[in-house]
């Protein structure tokens, strides 16, 4: 989100920087245009790029775990960004880079998660949310990582049943997003 922030701030500097040009060369006109296309694709293959966040994944991407075995979650990736594992229905999954303030998991997570659900900047007041029976096993459960100190891993264990099929994305980058198989 840092690095969004900053990207933001560099594009405006160069709107300004633009309008500035323009004032001093007159009958020229300088053109900004957005550009869409760009696909969509959960937890990308893409080889982990340092100075582009969209690169960031959870590796592995899908993972095997046994019903009650624990499961630790460590932000390895350098960017300086925390991360929030949330576990989510199919249909919740975000489908989009950008994730709508209606997602009903960040809706679920967000109060228990963040000291000021209206500005996440504000950072964690705890770090982890449990909606249903202890553990990993329904949708709202959560778990966040921080880029340092002692929140950089997270442990908890996986209460689903065997034969579950756990999905997730990260509240901060919609596009990670991974699969928990969890087996006897
Ligand atoms: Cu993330």
């Not at 960031?56 to 499961?71: D, F, M, R, T, Y």
């Not at 949310?129 to 996986?158: C, M, R, Y």
């Not at 997730?168 to 991974?178: D, E, K, N, T």
């Amino acid at each position: 989100m840092r690095r969004t922030v900053g990207a933001m701030a560099v594009a405006c500097a160069l709107v300004a920087a633009i309008a500035v040009t323009n004032a001093g060369a007159a009958g020229k006109t300088a053109v900004i245009k957005t550009k869409g296309g760009d696909t969509f694709a959960p937890n990308p293959k893409n080889p982990p790029n340092k100075l582009d966040i969209n690169h960031l994944q959870w590796a592995p991407g899908k993972i095997v775990v046994h019903s009650g075995e624990k499961l630790t979650i460590v932000d390895s990736d350098g960017e300086g960004d925390p991360h929030v594992l949330a576990i989510a229905l199919p249909k919740d999954l975000p489908k989009t880079p950008n994730l709508g303030p209606n997602n009903l998991v960040i809706r679920m997570i967000a109060p228990k998660l963040l000291i000021n659900p209206q500005n996440p900047q504000a950072g964690f007041k705890a770090y982890e949310s449990n909606a249903g029976p202890d553990g990993l096993n329904q949708e709202g459960d959560s778990l966040v990582i921080l880029p340092g100190g002692p929140h950089k891993t997270a442990t908890w264990f996986v209460s689903a049943k065997a034969g579950t099929t756990l999905r997730y994305f990260c509240a901060v980058h919609p596009w990670m997003q991974g699969i928990i198989k969890v087996v006897r």
